[in-house]
């Protein structure tokens, strides 16, 4: 099992582009987690999915930020228009179910915005 | 409100030294409480949970639920233990996400 695999993990983008961040759980896996790191801070829950489905994402900016997780591939956490405040590390986590199960983490990606 | 605080961003020691990270959190309720690990250029690992009362690679933590507080300790540091530290604290219901303090890089010195 190769654990949770984040791609790219490192993408620069300039001001107005968008940015595509892609999270493949582990195997086995049907929940997934994605988190912010901005320098300096903590990690910060965005969203929560479960396979077709949202169930959390009160972390989310209500603008230009999205996030799937479809039947079959990754999830994708996709910011329109980004700006230079999205620069931060987004690290996205799996696991198998919901409740008392450990959350895996990825390598993250690191995104620029020049 | 939920948040998890780590107050030193920096901690040095010398190896042989006792460790100790500390963690306060603020919850309205029965958090799951966590350590997690990054070794420079590792991914985000965890350490130890609260409900596990385990010993991982020397390090223990105690939950304390009268001063709110979750330290991560060790009695002899390693180098290896380098590293950055996070402390998490997980709902016990509704959708279990992590809260997570802003970590502390310990650093043990030869």
């Known amino acids: 099992n190769a654990g949770v695999m984040q791609n790219p993990r490192h993408l620069v983008r300039r001001r107005g582009q968008e940015a595509r961040l892609r999270c493949s759980p582990m195997?086995?896996?049907?929940?997934v987690y994605w988190y912010r790191q901005l320098p300096e801070e903590g990690l910060k829950f965005m969203v929560y999915?479960?396979?077709?489905?949202?169930?959390?994402e009160s972390g989310m900016p209500k603008e230009r930020f999205s996030a799937e997780f479809p039947k079959e591939g990754p999830s994708i956490l996709r910011i329109q228009q980004v700006v230079r405040g999205d620069s931060a590390a987004y690290f996205c986590?799996?696991?198998?179910?919901?409740?008392?199960?450990?959350?895996?983490f990825g390598p993250g990606t690191r995104l620029t915005v020049l | 409100a939920q948040r998890v605080t780590q107050p030193e961003k920096l901690l040095s020691v010398f190896k042989g030294a006792p460790v100790e990270l500390k963690c306060n959190y603020s919850?309205?309720?029965?958090?799951?409480l966590f350590w997690y690990v990054q070794y420079s250029r590792q991914r985000l690992q965890l350490l130890l949970r609260h409900i596990s009362r385990e010993s991982i690679k020397g390090f223990t933590a105690d939950l304390n639920k009268g001063e709110t507080s979750f330290h991560l300790k060790k009695p002899f540091a390693q180098e290896e233990d380098s590293a950055m530290y996070y402390c998490a604290l997980r709902a016990t219901s509704g959708t279990y996400k992590y809260i997570f303090g802003t970590g502390t890089r310990l650093k043990v010195l030869a």
């Open positions: 195997k086995g896996h049907s929940h």
């Open positions: 986590a799996s696991s198998p179910g919901q409740g008392m199960d450990e959350q895996f």
């Open positions: 919850y309205s309720g029965s958090p799951e």
């Open positions: 999915l479960q396979k077709e489905n949202i169930i959390d």
